[in-house]
């Protein structure tokens, strides 16, 4: 049993992990929340005391941090007393948060794989440059750290376990798709932090194929898919967090992750790229001022939390999972639907970050009530799936199957 | 009877100036370039040497110049004895090279319009912003100071003016045509500096038309062409120096100026200015560094002066003149077409920077004649064209006629 939760970091996603842990406080006990720029995380406790989110009266409390200061995490870790951290930050903080966690004993959790600021899609399997190094370290000090435990990676690797324990004998394909079928009514905007999403876009896309990795550009591999609610919709292939865990936990020779673009999306991203304006090494003005030119088109885009309020329309995330069970072919798609303007109303944030911030704190509760307090590291499909979809069918990420012309809810109780 | 050139700027417009003056040294006396990066100057002289360029032994020389400041210019045009000054550097430094001619009694020459930094496309008439306001100044001092004496403007005023006396006894329109249909096989560049070529396009497209002021957006209007050489071309209605001049010269309903763009140039300049990247005012990133978007575009794009060697094709510049002569309707098409390769093979650039750079030589020639040393401001079409396009018909740039079915080299001997 553990409690007390430290938030680190203060973007849409955190707002939204803020405003779920405040509604289930009694399990959670006190809040914290941290970041460089302490004003951003007193914002995002008022907007939960205005929406009186808090289930009973606690704590909630804002905290100026360096994340990257491994020291300072644990002091802050040591005075709030928190024994589970939600690690929505910067990619670029996971490793120092980790090491604060396992100094402290504190359960981490985060949603996205670590990266290093100067370099770019790295070697398969992305968990293995990082991550897994301190798996070791993990299960010495008893430390639980659940990689990933966004929408995807998390949920979508859930899914697959859901689908490989009890659907399947054998699992052929997994395809990923993720598509955000709203409108922000901006020209251009990226949803989330724009360098981190065009960072994920530059490299080389990474795909599990015949049980090897397969190497694509950007945009060159494109299919349709027809999906529930958000209807015929537009894909590419592109590299992603849980391809790298799922190939190597699960015996399945093709899984893929297919993300939803608009032309506008691809014809933005080409012409940056082509330029060099996505490049993350700096280059000199003619006035000899140096300057990342990703930061300077992060600078210029639209705040991806400004866009919350006049979002419309529906997400739809899911696995479309083929193969065989007792005898017979089988295919079905496992996925959630969100919807933009229902998110804001709830927590003050889009769907997107929406579904990015709800299962860390599905997976907070079940460290606090110890039945995924696994005391190592690892990644969402070693757990068990139905405890955390239970709780997200609860608490704003219901899941449905659709086979067939079958299309149900399904239930975890 | 004027001599000795100061050559102000060190780009690929400079280096054509360079190689033209010292193919005509008997002409033009000492050769003087001045910028504020002197190895710029003296990688010129090199090429100008190894071209073996100079038609008589003579005095080639770079300086270290920053021809803001008033007082420097004033003392090397002393020290170099030059009685004209070509003026090919950036957009920003023309008043205060104007203002050092003038205190100093030397000849000044220029190829565009004067900008400021921080300002875009000012109210028309342009020339009334910055030049026209100093028609006084010149003439008492007995200066003179030809204005926008490159290929567009330049050239194309001489065809407009030849037009005016030679073909017409009325005029109703002049569509002056710049196409360049060559091929730099880069996956985009600008065929000079960004800045100056991004800035042309940020603000409003002003024409002449009815005898007024016209504004549109840019890529508002599209017009085909079927061109000489260069075949079927795609223009947009641009804002243009010339039409500034021409309009308020000439007694002429309609001037409008049009570019050919291809898809590419549309897209990247479209997503550019959508996303704010064109912007000349500074914006602030994430880590509070301060910098302006459009300098940052400038550089991560290739040096201009890179695409030479590989550059081929051809440019067709000139004007489509619609009026009547002796009763009846009459249509032709004044216009010259060059090579990128030849101009590369001739003086090391391409043929933008061939056809900007050739003009104002003919120019300084007809001052160093005394035949264009009027000693007040003039534009070129206030100026004799047949002299000019005499000289130009030998050093580079013939003038061609297309008329119906004939096409035919005009010739002023």
Redesign the interface.
Known sequence: MKKNILIVGAGGVAQVVAHKCAQNNDVLGDIHIASRTVEKCRAINDSVHEKKALKQPGVLEAHELDARDIEATKALIGRTGAQIVINVGSAFINMPVLSACIATGAAYLDTAIHEEPDKVCETPPWYANYEWKRREECETAGVTAVLGVGFDPGVVNAYAALANNDYFDRIDSIDIIDVNAGSHNR??STNFDPEINFREFTGQVWSWQDRKWTSNRMFEIRKEWDLPVVGNSQTFMTGHDEIHSLSQNLDVPDIRFWMGFGERYI??FT??K????L?EQP?????G?E???L???????PDPASLAPHYEGNTCIGDLVKGEKDGKERELFIYNVSDHKQAYEEVGSQAISYTAGVPPVAAAMLIADGSWDVKKMVNVENLDPRPFLGILNRIGLPTRLREGDKDIALDFA
Chains 1, 2 share one sequence.
């Open positions: 020209w251009f014809t933005v012409v940056l082509n330029l060099g304006l490049s280059v000199t003005t003619a006035e001022l300057v990342v030119p930061k300077v088109v992060k600078a210029v885009l």
